[in-house]
């Protein structure tokens, strides 16, 4: 079965400090890899999804990046409202979806 | 463009009980699945319906069940509730066709306590 694997799963950050998220999967057939950001007591909000290794995508302090075997999610000189629990999906071939279980960031003033 | 709606938004179940739940997807959206999110397991998927059929289901038991109407609107039906039915259930919708742009999009879930 396909799986996902993030770490760390817990990372705390000060103001500024940039640092990177990973994702490792093994799929038997990545159609797409998405990140998403999820605040406590609301859905996933849907940030990026790559289809191919050596893509990368940017929004604002984000920066995702793919490979092959994995994924990184680049933050940037992070804020406090960057604070919040990512997560790693892997949609696969046959036309499944697989979450990681998240890093929750906490970036401190 | 309004996002998907899941009701209701709490609710609190005793053993044995069931209960529905219910999801409007965003407009135009024929893709609705489920999901369940625990502090223990994360993010597990229940079940995905396209134009009213099952099209992927995951390892929950029978008690777990779901239909899809013609308007693309999702609901989803547990049946003699256990203690570890207690969870965030979340529905997304996507576009659905298999093409690229496909992301999932979620409602913001109902919490659903068992006691």
């Known amino acids: 079965e396909d799986q996902v694997t993030q770490s760390p799963e817990a990372l705390r950050l000060q103001e500024g400090e940039s640092s990177s998220l990973n994702c490792s999967y093994t799929v038997s057939g990545l159609r797409g890899l998405f990140w998403y950001r999820q605040d406590p007591g609301k859905g996933p909000e849907f940030l990026f999804t790559?289809?191919?290794a050596g893509e990368e995508k940017e929004k604002e302090r984000l920066k995702a990046t793919l490979t092959k075997k994995e994924s990184f999610l680049h933050i940037t000189a992070p804020k406090p409202e960057d604070s919040a629990t990512y997560l790693c999906a892997v949609w696969d071939n046959f036309n499944k979806f697989y979450f990681g279980s998240g890093t929750k960031l906490n970036v401190k003033p | 463009k309004a996002g998907v709606t899941q009701t209701p938004r709490y609710l609190i179940k005793t053993r044995g009980q069931q209960v529905t739940l219910s999801c409007s997807p965003i407009s135009g959206h024929r893709s609705v699945s489920w999901y369940q999110q625990t502090p223990g397991q994360g993010l597990q998927f229940l079940f995905e319906y396209f134009s009213e059929t099952q099209r992927n289901k995951g390892n929950f038991p029978g008690r777990f069940s779901g239909r899809q109407f013609s308007n693309s609107r999702s609901e989803m039906n547990v049946s003699t509730l256990e203690l570890g039915d207690s969870a965030l259930y979340l529905c997304a919708s996507s576009a659905g066709t298999g093409g690229r742009n496909s992301p999932l999009h979620f409602g913001n879930g109902t919490r659903l306590t068992v006691t």
């Open positions: 790559l289809y191919s």
